[in-house]
């Protein structure tokens, strides 16, 4: 991580017509803060920094939230749906994997490949019975960096408000957002 100078924080500010109190206010810190810091009488803790940071990224416009990336139409299966209904959905839909969702919430998923080491005989049982892990989740305002972080070791990331699933986010659609 690059870490800025006070000159680099203040040119960037100045930039982007901001005065010290909007930044600080767009960060959640003091505008003697930012001043300080900007006159270098300072050193800023990494966690103040990364806040007025991603604040001037969020002023310019940098900042890819999942509520830009998630489609709210959310394809899932309940945990008591037959497999069979899980295969068939997939099919339709052409996704290899789906949330699995109760009330709103999700408690699992299941795969094409969990289907096929469950054995024979596997669309009479249902999802509860060879569903994986569920998806992680993250709120609407979770950055893509943080989105990015999850989907290089899950298939998807479900974006949840006050528990509740509004959208899912794959690496499809972080991939069409960076083309």
């Given at each position: 991580m690059h870490l800025p100078t006070p000159q680099d924080l203040r040119e960037?500010?100045?930039?982007?017509?901001?005065?010290?109190?909007?930044l600080a206010d767009r960060a959640g810190v003091?505008?003697?803060l930012i001043a300080r810091i900007e006159g270098s009488?300072?050193?800023?803790r990494l966690s103040t920094l990364r806040r007025i940071v991603?604040?001037?990224?969020?002023a310019e416009g940098d900042v890819v939230r999942a509520r830009t990336l998630m489609h709210e139409s959310v394809v899932s299966v309940s945990p008591d749906d037959k497999v069979r209904v899980a295969v068939e959905r997939m099919q339709e839909e052409g996704y290899s994997q789906?949330?699995?969702i109760t009330n709103g919430v999700p408690v699992?998923?299941?795969?094409?490949?969990?289907?096929?080491?469950?054995?024979?005989?596997?669309?009479?049982?249902?999802?509860?019975?060879?569903?994986?892990e569920s998806f992680p989740t993250v709120s609407e305002d979770a950055s893509l960096?943080?989105?990015?972080?999850?989907?290089d070791h899950y298939k998807a990331v479900m974006v949840t408000e006050e528990g509740e699933t509004v959208g899912i986010i794959t690496q499809a659609d972080v991939a069409a957002r960076l083309s």
């Open positions: 960037r500010r100045t930039e982007l017509e901001l005065t010290q109190s909007e003091s505008q003697p009488d300072v050193d800023p991603e604040a001037l990224d969020e789906l949330p699995v699992g998923s299941i795969s094409e490949s969990d289907v096929v080491s469950a054995g024979e005989d596997v669309g009479s049982k249902t999802v509860r019975d060879v569903m994986s960096e943080e989105i990015s972080s999850l989907l």
